[in-house]
């Protein structure tokens, strides 16, 4: 099974920020990663995929990148609706596995 | 607009069976592969079983002899029968479609053992 290793486990940023989280995998997954995003309570919500790919209607402040076993999310300027957890998931070979989240949160 | 709603969570006793039904709208279910995915409380996500369109199956290890998931596309409805429950199997279980991995997802139903 491919491991999914996320970092930080947490962080704590300012409305402005750019923060970055990074997900690294057991091998390589050629890129087939996807980003969700989890707020308290609510389903997830899947913002990338494809690395680097924004599901529809996800805000252009998103952004992923990497390649091989080590892929980044990047958000470029932090906004209060961004407190949220937020998970990375390979799908490369089954079984599918994720990380095992970042939680977000505005100081 | 994609809808999945899911239903047939519960309480039950360890060892107990119960089937979850997801039923969706809003795309063509039939060319469309499926999976679940679990969240015991306070925890992370756990992906637990997928089907594509042609029937094929995948299973994490997890749960693997004990589940079994599968589609009717005559009703638009996923379905996951879960048998021997263990107390590790509490979670809320979340319907979710594939398209670039997952872009769709359920509201999710919760399974209490």
């Known amino acids: 099974d491919t491991q999914m290793t996320q970092s930080p486990s947490t962080l704590s940023a300012s409305v402005g920020d750019r923060v970055t989280i990074t997900c690294r995998a057991s091998?390589?997954?050629?890129?087939?990663l996807a980003w969700y995003q989890q707020k308290a309570g609510k389903a997830p919500k899947s913002l990338i995929y494809?690395?680097?790919t924004l599901q529809s209607g996800v805000p252009s402040r998103f952004s992923g990148s990497g390649s091989g076993t080590e892929y980044t999310l990047t958000i470029s300027s932090l906004q209060p609706d961004d407190s949220a957890t937020y998970y990375c998931?390979?799908?490369?070979?089954?079984?599918?596995?994720f990380g095992h989240g970042t939680k977000v949160e505005i100081k | 607009e994609v809808q999945l709603l899911e239903s047939g969570g519960g309480l039950v006793q360890p060892g107990a069976s119960l089937r979850l039904s997801c039923a969706a709208s809003?795309?063509?279910?039939?060319?469309?592969?499926m999976s679940w995915v679990r969240q015991a409380p306070g925890k992370g996500l756990e992906w637990v079983s997928a089907?594509?369109?042609?029937?094929?199956?995948d299973y994490a290890d997890s749960v693997k002899g004990r589940f079994t998931i599968s589609r009717d596309d005559s009703k638009n409805t996923l379905y996951l029968q879960m048998n021997s429950l263990r107390v590790e199997d509490t979670a809320v279980f979340y319907c979710?479609?594939?398209?670039?991995?997952?872009?769709?997802w359920g509201r999710g139903t919760l399974v209490a053992v």
């Open positions: 979710a479609k594939h398209g670039g991995s997952i872009d769709y």
């Open positions: 494809k690395a680097s």
């Open positions: 089907i594509d369109s042609g029937g094929g199956t």
């Open positions: 998931q390979q799908y490369n070979s089954y079984p599918w596995t």
């Open positions: 091998q390589n997954i050629y890129t087939w």
């Open positions: 809003g795309f063509t279910f039939s060319n469309t592969a």
